[in-house]
């Protein structure tokens, strides 16, 4: 819908017809508390609000994110189609739903969920891992809730084992839903949950045991398949039924095409959901993840509702309701183009860029890497000191580069370590790797030479002590001198007649 | 990433076919297992687009409140931001500072409590869903709170609404398990009554709902007497029971047609309101605003602080990872459009509700059920239901392409069935006098239609009491007995398909 208005003659010509940089919009100060009054027209709105974008950081420099910063102009072009569909409205776009329904059941197969060829799987599209693992974990809190009703137990005070790595959102649904959250403390040189301290924490009130394939932290796979035969042992001698979650955010799109005899998956009979992120190694834009239960059972049936919505009846178990369709069309449309081989070509790159990566910086000399080589293609180090201001230094230094590479501490009992963390995406490759090589270079050499140069220039102090001999009550006379800064030996460039730069 | 293959000379070289020559448009689509081979771009990104033209035509979705359009140039900045992470706050400190501005807005526009620069308290979340789940929290927070200092038991926390209610209301309630009371509706009367809602209230009442811009018929609830009753109720009985406003269709109407209507923060029980960005925002689907009316109204411990990707930032949301795109699209329609920009759209869509009001008025046939105060939308239901229902128009609307809903009202009302058409901004008064047009000829037709069937079988009544009968008794049914048989098994075809909900 065009605004169209009369203008008045006062306002003249140059107001309409000028271009955006020489109007009065890009003089007036940006409104930021109130909304104003008046319209602009859209070029300068578009204008203005670009312009200030450009002091974001590059999203494809941001090594600090998982999260996909790219895809193919083929898959925009189908996005900006789909920007304008509310995907709540089943009934409306049915083949949208329709493609949901099938990144499901292609996502359940892929877990070795245990449903047979034509049957459809339990499952959801989410808005990501967040969203995903809350409704995973209110379904077991439900059904723990009636297990101990049935048994006429005390349902109040549920809990949940997990490791201390955990990404922040399990604490979020633990605080939210009101479930303890019961961390496995890390230690250092074992940086993921330890099945067996965990199993030992698991007790009556436990809904479930989360483990994560996938460390935000180091990128590593936890051993699922131990945990599930410890769990079991437990659940046999105590009778309780603990199920287990696994958190394959990350990992989920990685260990079904590079390792697929890692067993991780529904292959376990006490793996009851599983989530994952389309929006990290599913190669799609930030707003997509996946949560699959292993069958109806796994799901209790009043945590979904039939809403009778605008003719048809479509059972949801989200937390959100409207929102845009773009990411799921996006998600088939990586699983149509690419198939099993594209994934696993895309990974095995993914991991070569990370080992290139890994190795240039070993040979600095100056770093441990702390990231194993089988997991999330990533690179987690640290200065071999430890020291915690070189690492954000760096950190600082890269930046100047364009380079986004975070330096966080480690959790509880390891806050002495401050780690740098690469994440390789799929728009990583060997160049970027090399050139990311070269830049850690000349950010070491940088920090170094500023470490040597003392930080404030020293003061020299001339204490003058004088004997006064003519008064006999002060002997003594102290003056101290003029202060002189001792110089700071730096080299500064005198440009001498040529000039040395270029136009 | 292209992936390039080396083709022998003498074969037929495939990759050259067009997509329509090629296999691809052979090939059964993949819907339980992913693919095992990789296929072209091109091919994918047609296959699927083809599949969506099956889907409804988004801007004759008249069932939805939510945008369908915007102007290009925001188009552009949505398809810049689809690769920012929108919770990389410290990369992309720009999109960070877009959501406060907004927040700021947003409160302003709602008449919050707080000085000209000072910085209000709210989130941006993806739709009214996660806003309200975020407002139901931090009132189930506070009042626990508040019984645990009493020394009163918190185990049975309920919140009072009408039963009006969108569905948001009833997953936080389920999911968060909070008892949900609702206030029955009735003939005639489809919004929450304040008396009765206020004498719902009890001790473990956390707050009362009320609905600007109920989903059914668009009405706006009388906040200000709610206010007054509550004020009153609190101060016989010593509870502080709060308010919190669902603005989500309204949020955006109320202050620029109905200044004078006193709904938002300047009700002093109101302490938080929540408003769909997606809905009269102006936006596509996936953005929602929640703004509390002061920081006492957040309780501290559901905030977050994470050092996550090497940052402190300050969460409350129940989303993490997701897009970028609607949060610019909203400040873009903020400074684009301004306060006048909003009211002179908002006054056009009432404009052409009124055009679609009058219309249907005209045919005869309906009763406008909506009200002139409030959401641009209008629900109508049939004069005269014994022939056909609301439910056969919307079924035979669709053929002309527009999607209008047909539901029942919810309990006590359920005999009611009404047709709904949301008038969104792109719903010119071409478009309104074209729908009316259309529903002119659907009731024709069915009026005709009826009249036929009537004389089918009345002649067949003739034929048979003039030839006589067939071994047995001779059954003489009058006319009129025929007529109401077959009206009767009509009546059941249709009310099958009776949807008893509605968002």
Not at chain 1, 24 to 36: A, K
Not at chain 1, 353 to 365: F, N
Not at chain 2, 91 to 107: G, K
Not at chain 2, 136 to 155: C, H, S
Request: glycine content about 6%.
């Amino acid at each position: 819908m065009v605004l169209t208005q009369v203008h008045q003659p006062e306002e003249g010509s140059s107001t309409f017809f000028g271009s955006v940089f020489s109007s009065r919009y890009v003089q007036d100060p940006l409104p930021r508390y109130e909304m104003p009054q008046k319209s602009i027209s859209k070029d300068a709105a578009y204008q203005i609000i670009h312009d200030e974008l450009l002091l974001d950081s590059s999203p494809r420099l941001n090594l600090a994110s998982f999260v996909t910063t790219w895809m193919e102009p083929e898959c925009d072009k189908l996005m900006l189609e789909a920007v304008n569909k509310n995907y709540a409205d089943m009934d409306e776009y049915p083949v949208t739903t329709e493609l949901q329904n099938r990144c499901v059941n292609i996502i359940a197969r892929l877990f070795n969920a245990p449903v047979s060829e034509k049957e459809a799987a339990v499952g959801v599209g989410t808005v990501g891992s967040s969203e995903a693992i809350m409704l995973a974990g209110l379904a077991f809190k439900r059904r723990w809730q009636n297990k101990r009703k049935a048994e006429g137990k005390p349902f109040d005070k549920p809990n949940i084992v997990t490791g201390a790595n955990v990404q922040v959102c399990w604490e979020k649904f633990a605080r939210y839903f009101e479930v303890e959250l019961k961390e496995v403390k890390l230690s250092e040189g074992c940086y993921v949950m330890d099945p067996v301290k965990a199993v030992e924490m698991v007790d009556e009130n436990t809904i479930c045991v989360a483990a994560i394939l996938g460390s935000t932290l180091t990128g590593e796979f936890e051993d699922v398949k131990l945990l599930n035969d410890l769990l079991t042992a437990k659940n046999q001698k105590t009778g309780w039924d603990t199920p287990i979650h696994v958190d394959a955010a990350s990992g989920g799109f990685i260990a079904p095409f590079l390792y697929p005899e890692l067993e991780w998956d529904f292959r376990l009979p006490l793996v009851k959901s599983i989530n994952v992120s389309g929006h990290k190694y599913g190669l799609v834009y930030a707003g997509v993840g996946w949560v699959i239960w292993r069958s109806k059972e796994d799901l209790p049936e009043e945590l979904i509702f039939h809403i009778n919505y605008l003719g048809a009846d479509q059972p949801t178990f989200t937390l959100n309701f409207s929102k845009g369709s773009s990411q799921i069309i996006a998600q088939y449309y990586q699983f149509l183009r690419l198939g099993f081989e594209g994934y696993k070509n895309v990974m095995k790159n993914c991991m070569e860029s990370a080992r290139i990566l890994r190795e240039g910086l070993v040979r600095t000399g100056r770093f441990d890497i702390i990231s194993k080589e089988k997991g999330v293609p990533l690179v987690a180090f640290l200065f071999k000191d430890m020291s915690h201001n070189s690492a954000m230094k760096l950190a600082t230094l890269l930046r100047r580069y364009g380079w986004i590479v975070p330096a966080y501490t480690m959790p509880v009992n390891l806050e002495h370590m401050t780690v740098l963390r690469v994440v390789i995406r799929e728009d990583f490759g060997r160049p970027l790797a090399e050139k990311f090589l070269s830049h850690v270079a000349m950010a070491l050499d940088e920090l170094d030479s500023s470490s040597k140069a003392p930080l404030v220039p020293a003061l020299k102090h001339t204490i003058e002590v004088v004997s006064c001999t003519d008064d006999a009550n002060q002997p003594f006379m102290v003056r101290v001198l003029p202060q002189e800064a001792e110089p700071v030996k730096k080299t500064v460039p005198l440009l001498t007649g040529k000039t040395k730069g270029v136009c | 990433m292209v992936l390039s293959k080396a083709v022998p000379s003498s074969s037929h070289d495939a990759s050259l076919d067009c997509t329509f020559a090629s296999r691809y448009v052979r090939a059964p689509l993949p819907r339980f297992k992913l693919p095992e081979e990789s296929i072209p771009k091109e091919a994918a990104y047609q296959v699927i687009n083809d599949e969506l033209m099956l889907d409804g035509n988004p801007r004759l979705n008249l069932a939805s409140f939510v945008t369908t359009w915007m102007e290009p140039e925001c188009d552009k900045l949505i398809m810049a931001a689809l690769n920012k992470n929108y919770v990389d706050m410290d990369e992309y400190p720009i999109t960070t500072e877009l959501q406060n501005r907004c927040v700021n807005m947003i409160a302003h526009l709602f008449n919050a409590p707080i000085g000209e620069e000072e910085t209000a308290v709210g989130v941006g979340t993806v739709g009214s869903s996660e806003a309200i789940m975020l407002a139901g929290l931090a009132f189930k927070r506070k009042w626990q709170n508040k019984r645990k200092a009493e020394g009163m038991p918190y185990d049975k926390p309920n919140i009072v609404t009408g039963a009006n209610v969108q569905v948001c209301w009833e997953k936080f309630a389920r999911y968060f398990e909070v008892e949900l009371k609702e206030v029955k509706l009735k003939e005639g009367y489809y919004v929450m009554d304040p008396e009765k809602a206020v004498a719902m209230v009890d001790e473990n009442t956390i707050c009362v709902a009320a609905i600007l811009g109920s989903t059914l018929t668009g009405e706006f609830e009388d906040v200000k007497k709610l206010n007054e009753l509550l004020t009153e109720k609190n101060k016989e009985t010593g509870w502080d029971v709060p308010i919190h406003v669902d603005a989500a269709s309204g949020g955006f109407i109320a202050p620029f047609l109905y200044k004078d209507l006193v709904w938002d923060f300047r009700l002093p029980l109101v302490k938080s309101i929540n408003v769909s960005g997606h809905k009269y925002g102006l936006v596509y689907a996936g953005v929602g605003w929640v703004v509390w009316r002061s920081k006492e109204d957040l309780p501290d411990e559901l905030v977050f602080h994470i050092n996550y990707l090497g940052a402190d930032q300050p969460t409350f949301t129940l989303n993490f990872s997701k897009g970028s795109s609607q949060i610019i699209a909203q400040y873009y329609q903020f400074i684009r459009l301004g306060f006048e920009g909003y009211k002179n759209i908002i006054e056009n869509c009432m404009e052409n509700a009124k055009v679609l009001r009058q219309g249907l008025e005209q045919t005869g046939k309906f009763n406008i059920v909506s009200k002139e105060v409030g959401v641009p939308l209008v629900a109508f239901a049939l004069k005269d239901r014994t022939y056909y229902t609301v439910f056969d128009i919307s079924e035979n609307l669709r053929r002309f392409g527009w999607i209008v809903p047909a539901y029942t009202m919810p309990a006590d009302a359920q005999h009611i069935a009404v047709l709904r058409v949301v008038v969104r901004e792109d719903f010119s008064r071409s478009l309104a006098e074209r729908l009316v047009s259309d529903i002119h000829k659907v009731v024709q037709e069915l009026d005709e239609q009826v009249k036929h069937v009537t004389k089918v079988v009345t002649t067949q009544v003739d034929i048979t009491a003039r030839g006589g009968g067939t071994d047995g008794a001779l059954v003489h049914k009058s006319e009129q007995e025929i007529a109401e048989e077959v009206i009767t098994y009509w009546k059941k075809l249709v009310s099958r398909k009776k949807t008893s909900g509605v968002c």
